[in-house]
Nanobody, 126 residues
Framework: QVQLVESGGGLVQAGDSLKLSCAAS????????MGWFRQAPGKEREFVAA????????YYVDSTKGRFTISRDNAKSTVYLQMNSLKAEDTAVYSC???????????????????WGKGTLVTVSS
């Protein structure tokens, strides 16, 4: 089992930056690719970004390219999501996820993703 705990959410204004963290425990962190997903009120879950086991590959949804950066620190068993130039439409609960398959994360095969965190709320006021 892998336990994932997100932190760093909050209320910010449009144009501000925020950095989310997701701390993992339970298994060897570098065995897993990591992803960030979000779900806005009344909307379906959306893929945001993913990173491979050692950070060599990343992938983003088009709406966040150039604004969001996913990174990881395997020594700290933590994955990050740096969010810049935030917009009101970025408001959502952000969850991290872990899977041994990078493709499973980026193909948004939500039902097949092994582990999920409970999420952290990001609210962007316009």
């Amino acid at each position: 089992q892998v336990q994932l705990v997100e932190s760093g959410g909050g209320l910010v204004q449009a144009g501000d930056s925020l950095k989310l963290s997701c701390a993992a425990s339970g298994r060897t962190f570098s065995d897993y690719c990591m992803g960030w997903f979000r779900q806005a009120p009344g909307k379906e879950r959306e893929f945001v970004a993913a990173i491979s086991r050692f950070g060599g590959s990343t992938y983003y949804v088009d709406s966040t390219k150039g604004r969001f950066t996913i990174s990881r620190d395997n020594a700290k068993s933590t994955v990050y999501l740096q969010m810049n130039s935030l917009k009101a439409e970025d408001t959502a609960v952000y969850s991290c996820a872990a899977d041994t398959s990078f493709n499973t994360l980026v193909q948004k095969n939500y039902g097949a993703i092994k582990y999920w965190g409970k999420g952290t709320l990001v609210t962007v006021s316009s």
